[in-house]
């Protein structure tokens, strides 16, 4: 059975840095495209950033892109998101997501396996 699980959400306050980690576990991940995605309250589950199954190719939604850096190390099954400077509108509860794809999807449809969520609260 596959299980994300997410760590590294909390408080910060505007400008700041947080970094998010997730281990997956049930099967290798290698080969798989692993990403992040945010939802806040009242809005849509939002893509975020997505790496693919090497590590080598990255995309990131237009919002997070040169304050936020996605990788991965395959030896630990575990993704990452580095968030810097970060804003009030960047609050949310945030998800990692696998996909069974050599691919680098950013839709939400595209992903079998979710972690349970990290908060992230950004505020003064």
């Known amino acids: 059975q596959v299980q994300l699980v997410e760590s590294g959400g909390g408080l910060a306050q505007p400008g700041g840095s947080l970094r998010l980690s997730c281990t997956a576990s049930?099967?290798?991940?290698?080969?798989?495209?692993m990403a992040w995605f945010r939802q806040a309250p009242g809005k849509d589950r939002e893509f975020v950033a997505v790496?693919?199954?090497?590590?080598?190719?990255?995309y990131y939604a237009d919002s997070v892109k040169g304050r936020f850096t996605i990788s991965r190390d395959n030896t630990k099954n575990t993704v990452y998101l580095q968030m810097n400077n970060l804003k009030p509108a960047d609050t949310a509860l945030y998800y990692c997501a696998v996909a069974r794809t050599r691919h680098t999807p950013m839709i939400p449809d595209s992903y079998e396996s979710w972690g349970q969520g990290t908060q992230v609260t950004v505020s003064s």
């Open positions: 049930g099967r290798t991940f290698s080969e798989d495209a």
């Open positions: 790496v693919n199954w090497s590590g080598w190719i990255t």
